[in-house]
C-alpha cells in the first residue's frame, strides 16, 4: 500500500516568492495533518483537517501561511511570501478516526 | 494530554537488546502510549502502542509497569539501521488529536 505522498521532496526558493507543497494522504484515511520540524522548535503541528474541513490551524505561524484539502485524496501547503526563517521540513501525516498518524516522507524547505 | 520524559541519548551494540525509557507519570486511565522514531531526514515512523498491556509487533516490544507510571521500548536485536530519534507519546483516542513530540532518545547503535 502506498503510504503518505508528500511532493517536491526538496524545495529550494528565494525570498519573497510563493511555495506550494503537497500532500496526497492514504487512501481511506479521513483525517490530515500538517507539521513542521526545525531544530530549535521540534516537530510543530500547523494544521489539521477532518474530513477535508480545517478544525485546527491554530499552529499555523501567520497569515503568509495557508492550507487547503479540496478533496479527501489532496492538500496543499501555501506560503506566500516566503521568508528565510520558513526553512524547514514540513511534514504531512493521516489517519482513518482516532486511530495512528502516518507520516509522509517529508518536504524540506529552504528559502534563501 | 500527559507529559513525557526520556533520556536525551543512549547507545547500543548491534546484535544487542535495546531497552528505551520512558516516564509518564501523570498518565490518565484513558491514554495510551504510543512509540514512533525518526531516522534522519526521515518521516516519524509509527513502532507500536499500548495501553496497559505489554504489546509486540514485528518491529518492537512495549512493556508498560502495572502503575502506569512508565514504560519501556524494547527492540530485541539492534541493527545499525536501528538508529534514529525515539519519542514516546501518550494520548487519548478519544481526546486531543495532536501528537506532542518532544525532545526524544537519540539512539545509536554501534557496531
Known amino acids: 500500500d502506498a503510504g503518505v505522498i508528500q511532493s517536491p521532496r526538496h524545495e529550494v526558493t528565494e525570498m519573497g516568492q510563493e511555495v506550494t507543497l503537497r500532500c496526497k494522504p492514504i487512501?481511506?484515511?479521513?483525517?490530515l495533518f500538517w507539521y513542521r520540524q526545525t531544530m530549535m522548535r521540534g516537530l510543530e503541528l500547523l494544521i489539521y483537517f477532518n474530513n477535508n474541513v480545517p478544525i485546527d490551524d491554530s499552529g499555523m505561524p501567520e497569515d503568509r501561511f495557508s492550507a487547503k484539502m479540496p478533496n479527501a485524496s489532496f492538500s496543499t501547503l501555501k506560503i506566500q511570501p516566503s521568508e528565510p526563517r520558513d526553512s524547514a521540513v514540513y511534514f504531512c501525516?493521516?489517519?482513518?478516526?482516532?486511530?495512528?498518524?502516518?507520516f509522509g516522507p517529508g518536504t524540506r524547505l529552504t528559502v534563501l | 494530554d500527559a507529559k513525557t520524559t526520556q533520556p536525551p541519548s543512549m547507545d547500543c551494540a548491534e546484535g544487542r537488546a535495546a531497552n528505551l525509557p520512558c516516564n509518564h507519570s501523570?498518565?490518565?486511565?484513558?491514554?495510551?502510549v504510543y512509540w514512533y522514531r525518526q531516522i534522519h531526514s526521515q518521516g516519524p515512523q509509527y513502532i507500536i502502542h499500548g495501553l496497559k498491556n505489554n504489546e509486540t509487533n514485528e518491529m518492537a516490544s512495549l512493556i508498560i509497569t502495572e502503575d502506569r507510571k512508565s514504560s519501556t521500548l524494547i527492540l530485541p536485536h539492534a541493527t545499525l539501521r536501528d538508529t534514529a530519534v525515539y519519542y514516546c507519546i501518550v494520548r487519548s483516542p478519544s481526546g486531543t488529536y495532536k501528537y506532542i513530540f518532544g525532545t526524544g532518545t537519540r539512539l545509536k547503535v554501534l557496531a
Open positions: 501525516a493521516s489517519r482513518i478516526g482516532s486511530d495512528t498518524q502516518y
Open positions: 487512501s481511506g484515511h479521513n483525517s
Open positions: 501523570t498518565i490518565s486511565g484513558n491514554e495510551y
